[in-house]
């Protein structure tokens, strides 16, 4: 399959494919073992990424979902048919297989008392906190694309960090920030204005699903705009546009396809939400996902292989639609001079000046409340007891770490754990993420339904995952009656790395795109194999998105939970979100202290790897 | 050193049991390294003294929740390794799989060998459960345990004889009795005055919320208890996540009353909390037991050693400390308990709870039925 892909791709850069020159290239490298590894080297990555996704992704994924079509050893499409034609679950739809007629059925759809069915609501709430994703996140692109003040590469590091937050401390966070008894009615109060019961309710699960996601959607807005070139806004101003004009002609249409991958990855990991809509919510706001786990709980497995298959295959249609629309929509040309930043305080305001300043204060309110209120209150439930601020939950840590016995968690373990998982998964994904980009950048039929299909680790059940590593990894296959069995830190750091290299294809993938093509070429009529190429002209050139893909990869393996659980060999292996889960008692505290502990651990590394990554880079 | 001269006689009995174990188990399906180290034990065992360090002393691997060896509070874990590992001159290992008891059920189900000997803290519902999934059997009858009849018998949920209850809780109202006095009877709870004033953990999957939908069956039949949660529902009753989504709203202050456990208060006394926001309510003066228990896993390769951990978690001595270090009630009628332990664990004037045989084939279908009518969008 990867020679298959490789030739394609060499077809596709118009460098010569044919035998003949193959032969003659191929004679010219064998001299220096390194050309013969290079040449290579592609097809062997290739190759390697194929192998480890079938093995720590598909394969496992697989002994889960056959039993949504293997029912007590009989092949049967029953279940499906149950999920779809059951109200319940697809709403009115599902009457139409039920046998109702398509009149009765749009007459339900029109009337105010329809049913979504559990699918349908977890797509309604997934769209509205894709809206509020939005909604939040570009102003945030707005302000770190255009502006310069003081701390903005910090704060636009620091953006990533509600990925790497457990759940359990989200919704800490919002309620101390939005509870009856929390910040948001006490300032309110204050201000002598009315309580606000937010609580269990659309709304609070909406806003947290916007604190996970706005910042993913303003990393890559930002990124987009960052790489607008001026000359271009320069040119239309010349040609007489007013700004307004000028941003709608030029600026917006490459802002939109990153909008979009921020949207489109927003939906896809709302409609698989799972916890933050019990803890904020409630039961009657159930998702798929909620039920996918009631199901593998009490092990009905066909149910819940059906019902997340059925999960899997909305949101993979849907980002295969967001990627052939990003095929059509690639901005060829990248900028090569940004536009200028200007400052956040201008020296002489003009009206107009000013009225954005006001916009972008009222942003900062909204912003305080949504993403640092919560931060701040984990903070403050870290250092508060009974008999007000304390440092016990701290000294707890202490106490775990010195004497803790071994088969419980010690917190400077799990805070090591997570590093070395989170640099060691870094390290595979990328060059896995820049591979499957390289490959499905090409022209070929059908490229985009790779693309997809590359992308199903964001997309399936993390619950489905989870039991799948168990039975594939953990259990291995009986091969001439000895076992194959993978666990431990190997597969830990291989889990993570597939489950964070998609984050690295869709921010490599448009850049790589939009390389100049007969850059590539000259390189390659200059004798470069196509690594070579790819290294040395095509990734500098798309430099600021490999580190905005490792920092997406670093995160999803430092706050990956299910996987690290299933396949730690012992309590010594694990992670800091699971020591989280481990220190949740009656009192919040020391799970608050380690959440801290968190926080503070992966802020340091952020700033890090943009640092690392050069300057002024990053999305 | 001491202890193990001491017990040079217990020593060889063990030794002794396990080597039968492993002759047994010869033609299983796992263990043959470990079935060595155990009759090379026994050779070298006549003079007593070498049994430790000739194969090492017999392994117990327990499997538990994570809750039993491992919480921020107090956990009974670490206490029964040290104790029986002392006792015993055995090495107990606990294991903590992340989807508990689900694991060994997967192992039995993949066919792959479950290296645990015996798991700790089963309760009714689950055993219905595996039982149901399962052709194999995956625990063997307990057999002869000693201090067995001391159990109480209505905790007794194994009509089989394979799992034993080694301590129970009782689900009950947990509410701050500085804000509100709950209401002592279940329509009590229908009141107005109590609407959006309750919150339960999760019914479908959380231990804690499932023994409270099985109380409303209990009480309002299979007939009707939807009914009821449907002016529950009416009453904005919040029905969160996992017991810790829920406790820990409550404890924030989202609602005055919580389905909890009620032992609540022991916790609240040990943080200095003030009782008065800590009160117990049993609704219709009753408490739904959920009694938790253990049970030897069938092929396991220590049995005998199994069934002397069982014996040994019963004792009157260990029935106390685990009710007090896991803060639950003992199981038998001869646990020590600290003579003040009555004062903060409330016992319920009239214990319910369903059996196995009334569970088995009903369960899932009450729980789906509630699901399909609470969250129906």
Known sequence: MADAIDGGTEGDDGAPADATTSGDRAHRDSRSLRGRLERRALVALAAAT???????????????????????????????FDILSDPFYFGEPARLLAGDSLVSVVEGLLSPDRRLGIVGFTAYQAALSTVASVALGLPAAYLLARFEFPGRRTLRSLTILPFVLPSIMVAVGFVATFGQNGTLNAVLGALGLGRVDLLFTLEAVVVAHAFYNAPLVARVTTAAWESVDASAVETARSLGASPLRAFRDVVAPQLVPSVLMGAALTFVFTFSTFPIVLALGGFQLATVEVFVYRLIRDLEYAEAAALALLELGISLGLLYAYLRYEARHTVRSRGIR???????????????????????????????????????????????????????????????????????????????????????????????????????TRGYRGRKLVDAVAMAPLAVSGIVVGLGLLRGLVFGVEVGGTRLAVGGAVAIVAAHAVAGYPF??????????????????SARALGAPRVRALVDVELPLVWPAVVAGAAFAFAISVGEFSATVVLASGTSQFTMPVAIERFIGRRLGPATAMGVVLLVVTSVSFLLIDRLGGDDVGF | MDRRTFLTAAGATVAASFAGCAGLGGSGESGTGESGAGETATGETPTGTTTGDAGGDPTLVVGTYSALVDSPSTSPGAWLKERFESEFDARLVWQTPSNELNHYVERRTARVDIEADAYVGLNTDDLVRVDQILDDPLFAEAGDVAGRDDVKSGLQFDPQGRAIPYDTGYISLVFDGTSVTAPETFDGLLNEEFAGDLITPNPASTATGRAFLLHTVKQFGADGYLDYWSDLQDNDVRVLGSWSDAYSAWSGGEAPMVVSYSTDQVYAARNDADLQKHRIRFLNDQGYAN???????????????????????????????????????????????????????????????????????????????????????
């Open chain 1, 50 to 80: 194929v192998g480890l996704l079938l093995v720590v992704f598909y394969y496992p994924v697989a002994t889960v979902f056959v039993d949504s079509v293997l029912v007590e050893g009989r092949l049967t499409a029953r279940v499906f």
């Open chain 1, 338 to 440: 940004p536009l200028a930043r200007r400052p956040l305080v201008p020296p002489s305001p003009s009206p107009r000046d000013l009225l954005l300043r006001v916009g972008l204060a009222a942003y900062a309110v909204v912003a305080l409340a949504v993403f640092v209120a919560p931060i701040a209150s984990m903070l403050l439930a870290s250092v508060s007891g009974p008999e007000g601020l304390t440092l016990a939950h701290y000294r707890f840590l202490v106490e775990r770490q010195t004497a803790g016995a071994s088969f419980q968690v010690r917190p400077w373990d799990a805070v090591r754990n997570s590093l070395l998982f989170g640099v060691a998964s870094l390290a595979v994904a990328l060059p896995m993420g820049v591979v499957v980009a390289v490959l499905t």
């Open chain 1, 504 to 521: 690295v294809v869709r921010t490599v993938a448009p850049g790589l795109d939009g390389v100049d093509r007969t850059l590539v070429e």
């Open chain 2, 291 to 377: 009694p938790e228990g253990m049970a030897i896993f069938e092929g396991a390769s220590n049995p005998d050693l199994a069934r002397e951990f069982l014996g040994f978690v019963l004792r009157p001595a260990v029935q106390g400390e685990i009710a007090v270090r896991n803060v639950q009630f003992p199981a038998t009628t001869t646990a020590e308990l600290p003579e003040d332990y009555a004062e903060l664990a409330h016992e319920p004037p009239e214990p319910v709870t369903f059996t196995y045989d009334e569970l088995k084939g009903s369960v899932s279908g009450w729980v789906e039925d509630w699901e399909r009518q609470y969250a129906s969008n």
